[in-house]
Every structure is written in C-alpha cells, then in structure tokens.
C-alpha cells in the first residue's frame, strides 16, 4: 500500500515547538492546496473517496482520529495524534476517517488544485479501477 508516515524535524526549546515543512525536504511533492478540518463530530466518517492522481500529506494538528486506508486488497488503521507527524498517502488510496476528538484538527497539503474528476467516490468504482 503507498502510504508511509513522516516524522517531522521538531524545532523548539522550553518556549515551545516549531515544525518547518520545506518544499522537496520533508515531503514527496510540491504543494498545491492546502486546507484543514475541525468540529466534526466523533460519529462521523469523512473522505470515503480515492483520487486518481492527487498526493496528500495529513497533519493531525490538534487532537487525534483514525485513518482508515484501502488499496483494494488490503485495509489498515492509522492512530493520528502527533502534529510532529505526516500520513503520506499517495492516488489509488481509499481513505475514511473517523473518531474525532473534540479537539481535533486535520491539516491537509495537496499536490494539485481542487478537480472534481479526480476523485473516485464509489467503492465499487474504486475497486475496478484499482484492478485495471
């Protein structure tokens, strides 16, 4: 499955911490969009799509929740709580996310613009276009 955790260079004394994300040093692609989610509900599932060529790097800021990750064949569970920590998930990914803290936020850094046909939100559609 093309997914792989970053952990992020902290920078930081007693003061606090910094992270720093730097085009082509921590991270595989240049950043197109970037966007972030809070005030979901704990119940809620979001994404339940793929994307076709879309890369994604996802910072869990604040808080913490559960990435769900399906390539077809196999599915897996990430924990995110670290906001020193980026879930890498290149195209042809299921994802779902889910059980949200009442803090949490999501930074999400994108490798393209926003395009519609990108996105792949039918399982179904997803499995066949992953077997081809």
């Known amino acids: 499955m093309m997914y792989k955790l970053y952990n992020f260079k902290i920078h930081g004394n007693y003061d606090g911490n910094l992270v720093a994300l730097e ?10 969009r970037v966007y972030y989610i809070w ?59 889910t059980n949200f803290s009442p803090d949490c936020v999501i930074m999400v850094l994108a490798s393209e613009y926003y395009d519609e046909a990108d996105y792949i939100r039918d399982y179904n559609e997803f499995l066949r276009e992953v077997k081809i």
């Open 39 to 97: 005030g979901t509900r704990p119940d809620v599932i979001r994404g339940c799509h793929a994307h076709r060529k879309l890369e994604q790097m996802i910072i869990c800021l604040s808080g913490s929740c559960d990435f769900i990750l399906d390539d077809g064949k196999e599915r897996t569970i990430l924990y995110l709580n670290n906001p020193a920590q980026g879930l890498y998930i290149k195209h042809n990914i299921w994802r779902e996310f």
């Open 23 to 32: 085009k082509g040093a921590d991270f595989p692609f240049e950043i197109k």
